[in-house]
């Protein structure tokens, strides 16, 4: 027989799965585009620590928020999180060369803008979590399938990736900039239709 904890660890890895595989989840897959659009299966180890950077981020913020330690409105969150994409976006569109210089910014940028995202997540799963006695299961279950399924994601992006450069001998530099561009116009829109004032 499974255990209460194991079973809870796994009804909260769904929850965080689909927290960023569901269709409307657009903001969180947009900035793992922003994110993963500079990088190719070559860099896959770079990607895995932007990625858990991300994801460090984020678990900070929703331990504090959901200990109750921090709270956000709901509608700041709402719109900062197309800020965070806007921004990574613009950050690529300034890279002429991939080197390892120019393309570190990306994990501060994951880790600092994992906060902001780890708010929007807080907010939708606070309540759950805090009337919950296996919090730790909870937390880890959430982040767990919050990781899981933004590589998931980032597999799907460097799948493409790889297409467009393999078979349609599309340019490193074009088709970063084709990525970046979407998830900026796609970001901005979002943005200007949240602003919270």
Same mark, same amino acid.
């Given at each position: ?15 965080? @799965? +689909? +927290?960023?595989?569901?269709? #409307? ?18 860099? *896959? ?11 460090? $981020? +984020? ?8 200990? #109750? ?6 509608? @700041?969150?709402?719109?900062?999180? !197309? ?32 906060? *902001? +995202?780890?708010? $929007? ?38 799948? *493409? ?13 074009? @088709? ?19 602003? !919270?004032?």
């Amino acid at each position: 027989m499974v255990s209460q904890s194991l079973q809870d660890f796994f009804f909260y890895f769904k929850i965080g @799965w +689909h +927290h960023i595989i569901r269709a #409307d989840a657009l903001d969180h897959q947009l900035f793992i585009l922003a994110l993963a659009a500079i990088y190719t299966y070559r860099d *896959i180890k770079k990607i895995l620590i932007l990625v858990t950077a991300f994801t460090i $981020g +984020h678990s900070l913020t929703l331990i504090l928020s959901v200990l #109750d330690v921090i709270r956000f409105s709901g509608k @700041w969150v709402e719109f900062l999180i !197309p800020c965070t994409i806007v921004i990574t976006a613009l950050n690529n569109l300034r890279i002429r060369d991939f080197n390892a210089k120019n393309v570190r910014i990306n994990y501060y940028l994951a880790l600092s803008f994992g906060l *902001i +995202h780890g708010m $929007g997540f807080a907010n939708s799963i606070r309540i759950i979590l805090a009337h919950d006695q296996t919090i730790g299961w909870g937390l880890f279950g959430f982040n767990t399938g919050l990781e899981t399924g933004q590589i998931f994601v980032v597999a799907i992006i460097l799948t *493409i990736t790889a297409i467009a450069f393999n078979v349609f001998k599309v340019r490193r530099r074009d @088709w970063m900039f084709f990525l970046s561009s979407g998830a900026f116009a796609l970001s901005l829109k979002m943005a200007l239709e949240r602003i !919270p004032f």
